[in-house]
């Protein structure tokens, strides 16, 4: 039971900052379910697509065929958040600087022809380093970094299952490098790519985020007069709401209400935003806008009232 505005905030946090829920999708072939794995593993939230979905992650392999593009149009249009996920980037080739960066610039392109986020990922390295390595395929690492004369073929075929060439000389680097379990584990994580599947997740699910706080602030009625005017709900509010204004592209300055700002600064944001929402830009925009305004005017009312404060005390005492 929600008793105030202390324990409804607390609430709303909860709601609002719950995992993102994930569906896989993607022509077969593409390595759906080694994506799905790796995102479980990683602390992701994949749900079915019959289970009420938040965010698409959309896998395609190589060069996007008419069939990956025609979808991808199609999602761009939802209202549900959409990813694409380029799979098996480790194949884009060792030239430059390796095929991540290939699979990288790959990725740009699509998102400028589709408008779709597109971003790299080794699933089955990924897979591998939020798993952790279990003891055989450790043992196996192990004696191909160490002595892969004494690696039998059917150890060999467990090792390129699990961790194929990518993973495997990135494990074996690690192992001669003297890294222990944990050690070969993060390494194969950090050279996945799933951190920036992760990151691209929760900026393309930010406006997700935005309409789950709107929606639960709504269905609190018993306390809405209140919440609407609470400091603290006002200020986490402008921050989610900065959180969708920043994933479209718009810089960090100026957006939540900062420590140190004066009030002369607020007063400037608060107009900024005011102005921003007037213009042509979409609906969820303009909310997002008049919630920075707001809370930056709440921030310049404060500090006004603070100085007002000190200088009436000031001459009380003289």
Same mark, same amino acid.
């Given at each position: 039971?929600? /008793?105030?505005?202390?324990?409804?905030? *607390?609430?709303?946090?909860?709601?609002v900052?719950?995992?993102?829920?994930?569906?896989?999708?993607?022509?077969?072939?593409?390595g759906? %379910?080694?994506?799905?794995?790796?995102?479980?593993?990683?602390?992701?939230?994949?749900?079915?697509?019959?289970?009420?979905?938040?965010?698409?992650?959309?896998?395609?392999?190589?060069?996007?065929? !008419?069939?990956?593009?025609?979808?991808?149009s199609?999602?761009?249009?939802?209202?549900?958040?959409?990813?694409?996920?380029?799979?098996?980037?480790?194949?884009?080739?060792?030239?430059?600087?390796?095929?991540?960066?290939?699979?990288?610039? @790959?990725?740009r392109?699509?998102?400028?022809?589709?408008?779709?986020?597109?971003v790299?990922l080794?699933?089955l390295t990924? %897979?591998?380093?939020?798993? =952790?390595?279990?003891d055989?395929?450790?043992?196996?690492?192990?004696?191909?970094?160490? !002595?892969?004369t004494?690696?039998?073929?059917?150890? @060999?075929?467990?090792l390129?299952?699990?961790?194929?060439f990518?993973?495997?000389?990135? &494990?074996i680097?690690?192992? %001669?490098?003297?890294?222990?379990?944990?050690?070969?584990?993060?390494?194969?994580?950090?050279?996945?790519?799933?951190?920036?599947?992760?990151?691209?997740?929760?900026? *393309?699910?930010?406006?997700?985020?935005?309409?789950?706080?709107?929606?639960?602030?709504?269905?609190?009625?018993?306390?809405?007069?209140?919440?609407?005017? !609470?400091?603290?709900?006002?200020?986490?509010?402008?921050?989610?709401?900065?959180?969708?204004?920043?994933?479209?592209?718009?810089?960090?300055?100026?957006?939540?209400?900062?420590?140190? *700002? =004066?009030?002369a /600064?607020?007063?400037?944001?608060?107009i900024?935003?005011?102005?921003? &929402?007037?213009?042509?830009?979409?609906?969820?925009? %303009?909310?997002?806008?008049?919630?920075?305004?707001?809370?930056w005017?709440?921030?310049?009312?404060?500090?006004?009232?603070?100085?007002?404060?000190?200088?009436?005390?000031r001459?009380?005492?003289?």
């Open positions: 039971m929600v /008793e105030g505005p202390a324990d409804a905030l *607390a609430w709303l946090n909860g709601r900052r719950a995992p993102l829920r994930l569906t896989v999708a993607g022509r077969p072939g593409a759906r %379910r080694t994506v799905a794995e790796a995102m479980l593993a990683a602390g992701a939230l994949v749900v079915g697509a019959d289970q009420d979905p938040e965010v698409t992650l959309y896998v395609y392999v190589e060069a996007p065929t !008419d069939e990956d593009r025609d979808a991808l199609a999602m761009a249009g939802h209202d549900r958040p959409c990813l694409a996920v380029l799979n098996k980037a480790d194949l884009c080739g060792f030239r430059g600087t390796g095929p991540m960066a290939a699979a990288a610039q @790959r990725c392109t699509l998102t400028c022809q589709t408008g779709v986020p597109s790299p080794a699933a990924a %897979r591998a380093g939020c798993r =952790g390595l279990d055989v395929v450790l043992v196996g690492v192990r004696t191909l970094a160490l !002595d892969p004494r690696l039998g073929t059917p150890l @060999r075929r467990v390129a299952g699990e961790l194929d990518y993973g495997l000389a990135h &494990a680097a690690a192992v %001669r490098a003297g890294a222990a379990a944990d050690g070969v584990a993060a390494a194969l994580r950090s050279a996945s790519g799933v951190d920036g599947v992760l990151a691209a997740v929760e900026r *393309a699910g930010a406006p997700v985020r935005y309409r789950r706080f709107t929606a639960a602030l709504a269905s609190r009625l018993s306390f809405s007069d209140a919440l609407h005017r !609470d400091d603290a709900v006002i200020t986490e509010r402008a921050a989610v709401a900065a959180g969708v204004l920043r994933a479209s592209g718009l810089g960090p300055a100026g957006l939540a209400p900062e420590d140190g *700002a =004066g009030t /600064e607020c007063l400037h944001a608060a900024a935003w005011q102005r921003y &929402a007037r213009g042509p830009v979409r609906e969820l925009h %303009r909310a997002c806008a008049r919630d920075l305004s707001r809370a005017l709440r921030s310049w009312a404060a500090q006004r009232g603070a100085a007002q404060r000190g200088a009436a005390q001459g009380a005492t003289r």
